[in-house]
């Protein structure tokens, strides 16, 4: 079975303050894919970022950065000088590769708040 | 417009009335998704629709029933729901159903049942 874990329910930082969001994973393929999402108050869901599980390398997008490991199945988000626009639930998700479904699975969810 | 669109944003509704929620993509893709958000909850699928035909049926109570009369529009209709049915209703689309393909969001539907 798969599962996601984002153990971190709520997280409040100051402004400029760097912040790292955990996502802990679970499957049993050998071929996954990991997903972070953002929901802010307005409610869509705004896709950030697609790992595959063949591909370990950390990548880095302006202020945000993700940290893949598979010998601790965790796929981290990192957010550098946070700014108030980044309040929001950060969802990670993960999908496996099979004939049908390309189910996400998503975690719980972690709601980032940053204050002025 | 681009990307998935939903309507209406809001609604409210009684427990007797039967009402439908609309999501148009403009994407071109091929696989279309309903998803209920409730509050402090995971994300959880509903239904699944691939060119048109429903590959995932989620154990949704048959009080909700999903419409795909083309790869674009996914209606999903609503009739004597209850209040534990309050939520924000979610449309998705991707490119294809195998995984590995990103799932964009429509805005949500913000239901309440009285």
């Known amino acids: 079975a798969q599962k996601v874990t984002q153990a971190q329910t709520e997280i409040s930082v100051v402004e400029k303050e760097d912040v790292t969001l955990d996502c802990v994973y679970e499957t049993r393929d050998t071929t996954y894919y990991l997903f972070w999402y953002k929901q802010p108050p307005s409610g869509e869901l705004v896709f950030l970022i697609r790992?595959?599980?063949?591909?370990?390398q950390n990548e880095i997008s302006g202020r945000y950065s993700w940290n893949f490991q598979k010998s601790t199945s965790s796929f981290n988000f990192t957010i550098t000088a946070s700014q108030v626009v980044d309040s929001a639930v950060y969802f990670c998700a993960l999908s496996v590769f099979y004939n049908q479904g390309g189910k996400l699975i998503f975690g719980q969810g972690t709601e980032l708040s940053v204050k002025p | 417009e681009t990307g998935v669109t939903q309507t209406p944003r809001h609604l409210v509704m009684g427990m007797t009335n039967k009402k439908s929620l609309k999501c148009e993509q403009h994407?071109?893709?091929?696989?279309m998704y309903w998803y209920k958000q409730s509050a402090k909850k995971p994300l959880e699928l509903m239904f699944v629709y691939n060119f048109k035909e429903q590959t995932e049926n989620n154990s949704v109570p048959s009080r909700f029933s999903p419409e795909c009369p083309n790869s674009s529009h996914l209606f999903l209709h609503l009739h004597t729901l209850q209040p534990e049915d309050s939520a924000l209703y979610l449309c998705a689309s991707s490119q294809e159903l195998a995984g590995g393909h990103e799932q964009f969001f429509g805005p949500g539907t913000r239901l309440t049942v009285l």
């Open positions: 790992r595959n599980s063949f591909d370990e």
């Open positions: 994407l071109g893709h091929n696989a």
